[in-house]
C-alpha cells in the first residue's frame, strides 16, 4: 500500500468507481523500471463496450493495446476503468480505438504502441479497426511503418 501512495497511484487497492461516461481523467502511469529495455506490453480486454452514436445500441469487442514503454507504464486497473467507462459512450468503431491509443500516447509518451479493436457483428460485418504511432524520428517510428505496411 505504501509503494501504491508513493507511486501517486489512486486506483490500484482502492475501491472501484465506475464513471457513467468516456473519463480519460482515470488513467494513471508508474516509473518503468527498465526503460533501457525495449520489450512490448500487451493488455487484452475482452469485453469492451460502447455504443453507436447514431442508434445507440451496444457495441461489442476484444480491445488489444501493445506497446513499448519509455519512462512510463499505464496502470492496469486505470486502463480497465477508463476502458470501461466507454461501456455508456457514443462513438464509432475506429474513433475508439484512435481515441484510446491517442489518450494513451499523451498519458506515458511510449516508444510505440498499436491498438487494435475486433468489433462483433454489425448488419452482418465486422469491422476491426487498427491504429498505431512510433515516436517521430527514431526507429520506432520505421517500426511504425513497416507494422502498419503489413498489418492484415
Known amino acids: 500500500m ?13 475501491k472501484t468507481e465506475y ?15 527498465h526503460p533501457d529495455n525495449d520489450y512490448w506490453v500487451r493488455f487484452n480486454c475482452p469485453e469492451f463496450t ?3 452514436p447514431i442508434t445507440g445500441q451496444p457495441d461489442f469487442a476484444e480491445i ?7 519512462v512510463k507504464m ?3 486497473k486505470s486502463l480497465k476503468l477508463y476502458l470501461f467507462s466507454f461501456r455508456n459512450h457514443g462513438d464509432f468503431h475506429e474513433d475508439c480505438v484512435n481515441k484510446i491509443m491517442k489518450d494513451l500516447i499523451a498519458l506515458m509518451d511510449p516508444k510505440y504502441i498499436e491498438v487494435t479493436g475486433l468489433f462483433t457483428p454489425r448488419g452482418g460485418i465486422s469491422i476491426y ?3 498505431n504511432y512510433g515516436r517521430p ?5 520505421k517500426l511504425a511503418e513497416q507494422r ?3 498489418h492484415q
Not at 6 to 13: E, H, I, P, R, T
Not at 64 to 70: A, F, G, L, Q, V
Not at 137 to 141: A, I, M, P, R, S
Open 2 to 14: 505504501e509503494d501504491r501512495q508513493k507511486d501517486g497511484l489512486q486506483a490500484l487497492g482502492s
Open 19 to 33: 464513471k457513467s461516461d468516456y473519463a480519460p481523467e482515470v488513467l494513471e502511469t508508474f516509473v518503468n523500471k
Open 50 to 52: 460502447s455504443l453507436c
Open 64 to 70: 488489444r493495446i501493445s506497446y513499448i514503454p519509455d
Open 74 to 76: 499505464v496502470e492496469s
Open 129 to 131: 479497426p487498427y491504429a
Open 137 to 141: 524520428g527514431t526507429k520506432y517510428e
Open 148 to 150: 502498419f505496411a503489413s
